[in-house]
C-alpha cells in the first residue's frame, strides 16, 4: 500500500553535509510513522532516526551517534520526510534506508525503502 523512494546520497568529505529524501506514495507520510536506518560496512541495521505520525504528536527521535548532527523533517504537501545530516563522520558511511509504519517504526516497520548510498571521505 505504501511505496517508498529516497534519493539523495552521495559522496560528501568528512564534516560536510547532505540531505536525504523519502518520497511516499500510497498514503500521506503524515499519518504514518516514519524513520531512517543504515547499515555501515561490516554492520547490521540499526537506527538512526524517526517521527511519529501527525496523530500521534509528530515528535522525533535520534540515535545517540547522531544526535544533534542529524534532523529528521516532514513535508506533508510533497508528501516526503527528509533526513538532513550536516558534520558527517566517516563513520556515517552507509546504506540508509527510509522505512513507515502505521504504528511505530521502532518495532517492525512495515514498508521500507531500496536504500540510497551515503559515503564520507576523511
Known amino acids: 500500500q505504501v511505496q517508498l523512494v529516497e534519493s539523495g546520497g552521495g559522496l560528501v568529505q568528512a564534516g560536510g553535509s547532505l540531505r536525504l529524501s523519502c518520497e511516499a506514495s500510497?498514503?500521506?507520510?503524515?499519518?504514518?510513522?516514519m524513520g531512517w536506518f543504515r547499515r555501515g560496512p561490516g554492520k547490521e541495521r540499526e537506527f538512526v532516526a524517526r517521527?511519529?505520525?501527525?496523530?500521534?504528536?509528530?515528535?522525533?527521535y535520534y540515535a545517540d551517534s547522531v544526535k544533534g548532527r542529524f534532523t529528521i523533517s516532514r513535508d506533508n504537501a510533497k508528501n516526503t520526510v527528509f533526513l538532513q545530516m550536516n558534520s558527517l563522520k566517516p563513520e556515517d558511511t552507509a546504506v540508509y534506508y527510509c522505512?513507515?509504519?502505521?504504528?511505530?517504526?521502532?518495532?517492525?516497520?512495515?514498508?521500507w525503502g531500496q536504500g540510497t548510498q551515503v559515503t564520507v571521505s576523511s
Open positions: 522505512a513507515a509504519d502505521p504504528i511505530s517504526v521502532a518495532t517492525r516497520p512495515a514498508y
Open positions: 517521527i511519529r505520525s501527525m496523530w500521534n504528536g509528530g515528535s522525533t
Open positions: 500510497g498514503r500521506t507520510v503524515s499519518s504514518y510513522a
